[in-house]
T-cell receptor, first 113, second 113 residues
Framework: DAKTTQPNSMESNEEEPVHLPCNHS???????IHWYRQLPSQGPEYVIH???SNVNNRMASLAIAEDRKSSTLILHRATLRDAAVYYC??????????????FGKGTLLTVNP | EPEVTQTPSHQVTQMGQEVILRCVPI?????FYWYRQILGQKVEFLVS????????KSEIFDDQFSVERPDGSNFTLKIRSTKLEDSAMYFC???????????FGEGSRLTVL
């Protein structure tokens, strides 16, 4: 599996935007970029994913570099509930039933009131 | 909103005992997964299951582990003879066909004494 690199931790203030970076210089052309998060004492939760183009959903935006070697998860207005570990994961597009996510250590996001 | 449900939320067992962890995936989902997270460590893939058979398994998923979908709704993980190192949070996840995201349950905490 291609590897991702994320900062161990980041801090933000409530109601401010947060930009969580991820480097994935060995990404292959068919790898999808996925973001999940894990709130304290809960299971991982899907946030967003993309392949080449920037993506928006109700939770966040995903900005993907033109060369796809890095991406940034953007939370537009952080809330206290957004405090979690955020995982950037590359998923090989092998199709069908093969859909293994390899979690790293992620970025621990602290949101200050 | 539909969700993956897991039981029990916490199980304490003696080393060498058999344990069955149960999951009810989201009803129209076809792909099922087990992951585990040892306290303070990464979320690790164990096994994926589709069309009543294992499609992929990790090195962790040895002969002591098995999975089953005994009826149309439940998906179970059995550990035949538990070891101390099996103590972890076990997460079930499911995915509908051709979808981008996994939906995880809240987890079952297994403590082996």
């Amino acid at each position: 599996d291609a590897k991702t690199t994320q900062p161990n931790s980041m801090e933000s203030n409530e109601e401010e935007p947060v930009h969580l970076p991820c480097n994935h210089s060995t990404i292959s052309g068919t790898d999808y970029i996925h973001w999940y998060r894990q709130l304290p004492s809960q299971g991982p939760e899907y946030v967003i994913h993309g392949l080449t183009s920037n993506v928006n959903n109700r939770m966040a935006s995903l900005a993907i570099a033109e060369d796809r070697k890095s991406s940034t998860l953007i939370l537009h207005r952080a809330t206290l509930r957004d405090a979690a570990v955020y995982y950037c994961i590359l998923r090989a597009n092998s199709g069908g039933s093969n859909y293994k996510l390899t979690f790293g250590k992620g970025t621990l996001l602290t949101v200050n009131p | 909103e539909p969700e993956v449900t897991q039981t029990p939320s916490h199980q304490v067992t003696q080393m060498g005992q058999e344990v069955i962890l149960r999951c009810v995936p989201i009803s129209n989902h076809l792909y099922f997964y087990w992951y585990r997270q040892i306290l303070g460590q990464k979320v690790e893939f164990l096994v994926s299951f589709y069309n009543n058979e294992i499609s992929e398994k990790s090195e962790i998923f040895d002969d002591q582990f098995s999975v089953e979908r005994p009826d149309g709704s439940n998906f179970t993980l059995k550990i035949r003879s538990t070891k101390l190192e099996d103590s972890a949070m076990y997460f079930c996840a499911s995915r509908r066909q051709e979808a981008g995201e996994l939906f995880f349950g809240e987890g079952s905490r297994l403590t082996v004494l």
